[in-house]
């Protein structure tokens, strides 16, 4: 793991989220858990050798970040945003395979000594959040104070936990750093509003959802980055294209690659990238 701080650590180069722990004086917290289990597995050990674990936070419900939610069960607390419960532990439709089936093949295909790990699925427990909260939430352990904020914008569940003390902000897929960016369950008035008030934390790292650790100069390369795409799908519409000719001209995959081993889904992200902008662009013209 990359140790940013005295007391943070986070992964940046395995498939899925950045799963980070947090130490305190009185045991660790735990934001988002690894998709792989051989890593989830030595993160845990590696915090235990600290001491107890004492919470999990989930920034989001999307696979990547609660597939390991399973290991934590009957040890700590979970919390996550009330909204996160609707959504928890579901895939897109269009990938047309269960949660847990996508699981296992993940694991298959990148990630095989876990995969005599995974439990079958009716013993497979989902561990959803037990604490949740609408606007914000705070709790301290040890000498540690975390704020917890709905900043929703990627979905309608997205969190940010802020560590003061740490310098440290985890906003989940609020920001993907140096790799391509979803926007499948996306708000952009929404997303565009929490990157304004990420933008005002006292912090010198952020932890994105996936990418390597920025500070907050690259909320401004987030922020033109989304300009950008919806910039390039209102040009399309413009000219009179309608979705399916927007999705088959406007393309961004030379632009930056997927997260790692995510290299099939370049073009799901692109097609549902362009669909989200157009719909986001019409229903803005709608209300004109």
């Given amino acids: 793991m990359e140790q940013l701080t005295k007391n943070v650590y986070t992964e940046t180069k395995i498939r899925g989220c950045d799963p980070s722990i947090v130490f305190t004086r009185e045991g660790s917290v735990f934001i988002d858990t690894a998709q792989w289990i051989t890593n989830l597995l030595e993160m845990r050990e590696f915090a235990l050798e600290k001491g107890p674990i004492r919470y999990l936070i989930n920034t989001e419900s999307h696979i990547d970040h609660i597939f390991g939610n399973h290991w934590f069960a009957g040890e700590c607390p979970v919390i996550g945003h009330e909204n996160l419960i609707n959504s928890f532990f579901k895939i897109p439709p269009s990938f047309n395979m269960t949660t847990y089936d996508y699981s296992v093949d993940v694991l298959r295909r990148q990630d095989p000594k876990g995969l005599p790990l995974m439990p079958k699925e009716k013993d497979y427990i989902l561990n959803p959040p037990t604490i949740t909260f609408k606007d914000k939430m705070t709790f301290k352990l040890g000498d540690h104070n975390f704020l917890l904020y709905y900043t929703p914008g990627h979905s309608d569940a997205n969190i940010s936990v802020f560590v003061p003390e740490e310098k440290a902000v985890f906003v989940g897929d609020t920001v993907f750093s140096g790799c391509q960016i979803w926007f499948h369950t996306c708000n952009f008035d929404d ?58 001209r406007i393309n961004f995959a030379d632009r930056c690659p997927v997260d790692i081993g995510q290299d099939e889904v370049m073009d799901y992200i692109q097609t549902y990238n362009v669909m989200a902008c157009f719909d986001y662009l019409s229903a803005k013209a709608g209300k004109q």
């Fill in 191 to 248: 997303l565009f509003k929490t990157l304004d008030f990420l933008g005002t934390l006292d912090v010198d790292y952020i932890v994105p959802g996936h990418g390597p650790v920025v500070d907050k100069n690259y909320l401004f390369q987030q922020k033109a980055f989304l300009h950008e795409w919806l910039q390039t799908v209102g040009y399309g519409m413009s000219k009179g294209w309608d979705k399916d000719e927007c999705v088959k």
